[in-house]
């Protein structure tokens, strides 16, 4: 009997990207679309933002603001996803969002600035999720 002996594939060095793809992101995503539902409620309610409810799109800038470090040292390992120009510019839109939705909120004491603060905490999560994608995208 001859035995087939399969090859097994090289191994392959995995990327510090994929730290994007982890538990910080599931946790941001998680947060920013539970803020997002309160938010809307809130509007619904006709509440103009509380000082609670910009302590928390401050806190969600927070875990943003981390993620978005732990990606940036990922690109300093030597690893870099397919198109870097793309990731990047996600980063920096990324890590702005929370603070742009928490400025504009401020200039607008009504419930709109609940409704603000609303469509910022459901955008994060599509950005999250953005940069996921193109980290995953390994180079050709």
């Not at 599931?26 to 619904?44: N, S």
């Not at 509380?50 to 470090?69: E, M, N, P, Q």
């Not at 609940?114 to 996921?132: C, E, T």
Request: charged share 10%; glycine share 8%.
């Amino acid at each position: 009997m001859i035995s087939a002996r399969r090859k097994l594939p090289a191994r392959q060095h995995i990327s510090n990207l994929c730290r994007v793809n982890g538990p910080l992101s599931v946790a941001t995503i998680v947060v920013a679309l539970v803020l997002a539902v309160w938010y809307f409620a809130r509007t619904a309610l006709d509440r103009a933002p509380s000082r609670t409810d910009l302590l928390a799109t401050v806190g969600l800038g927070v875990l943003v603001t981390v993620l978005v470090v732990v990606a940036v040292a990922g690109l300093f390992d030597g690893s870099r996803p397919a198109d870097t120009t793309t990731f990047v510019g996600y980063l920096i839109t990324t890590a702005g969002f929370a603070p742009a939705a928490l400025i504009l909120a401020r200039m607008e004491p009504t419930r709109w600035g609940n409704l603000i603060l609303g469509i910022g905490a459901v955008v994060l999560p599509v950005l999250v999720l953005r940069l996921q994608q193109i980290a995953s995208v390994p180079v050709a």
